[in-house]
């Protein structure tokens, strides 16, 4: 299972796009994508990671979301390679997926950052010293 919060807005067909909206805690199974409450979410990924730790994983500009969520699970599966048996979760924010929208990427991501630090990290409970 993947573990993801986005901040991109969801269009009429329910595809997250290059724009900002609410934050959103999501799991996908597969392609299935389920939508949980913050409470839930983290519950989940604390259930995921056990005693192991949670590494949150931050893309960066020039990708959409389905992009951002293939990097996630490239990630987790290249640390679980190394022997990292923590949860790996992603934070999604509205990139724009070209090249060109570097600057409006910047900007979107300075405008998302404290829900990045306010709904993200503080939805999961500390059950161990933060390291960095």
Known sequence: MDFIATTRAED????????????RFLTYQDAARKRLSDTDWASAVLRAAGSN??????????????EALVRLRDFAAGLRAAGFAGTTVGFDWPANGAT??????RAD??????????RVIGAIPAKAQIKR
Do not use: C
């Open 100 to 105: 060109l929208a570097y600057r409006k990427d």
């Open 109 to 118: 991501a300075q405008a998302i950052a404290p829900e990045l630090v306010l």
């Open 12 to 23: 009429a067909n329910g595809d997250l796009g290059p724009n900002q909206g609410v934050t």
């Open 53 to 66: 730790p949670v590494v949150i994983h931050v893309h960066g500009y020039n990708l959409t979301h389905q």
